[in-house]
């Protein structure tokens, strides 16, 4: 935590936030100062990805992650699509139909799962 507020104070805009994340339009993002917004979680996704519960800069601890970050869906991607990079990648994906490789609840229940009010085009896992 120390680095990062350090950080945070070199350059402000570093770390960020949402107001509104739903608009995607304008979501109005701005600058997280961690002075003020106590107790919070602080994700930091890299080749792996951490999520912190922080109350303070000495008080915090770490509740979750996984070893799989970018690195591991870069490489994937490269591996099953050929692509090259980041941006690359991420453009395949937004020009395809996902449901075509998600898990969907008809996938397990053969449609609906109307016990819970699960539609089938929902995504299952």
Known sequence: MFHINFNSKLNPKECFYYEE???ESN?????????????????NIGSGISI??????????????????????LGLCCLLTGCSS?????????ERDSTKVDKLVKDIYGGDYERFGLPGHIVAS
């Open 52 to 73: 912190l519960h922080v109350d303070s800069e000495r008080n915090y601890r770490r509740i979750t992650g996984t070893s799989i970050g970018d690195g591991t869906f």
């Open 86 to 94: 980041y941006d690359e990648a991420i453009q395949l994906a937004t």
């Open 21 to 23: 994340p739903q608009n």
């Open 27 to 43: 979501p109005n993002k701005h600058p997280f100062i961690f002075d003020t917004k106590r107790p919070f979680l602080l994700v």
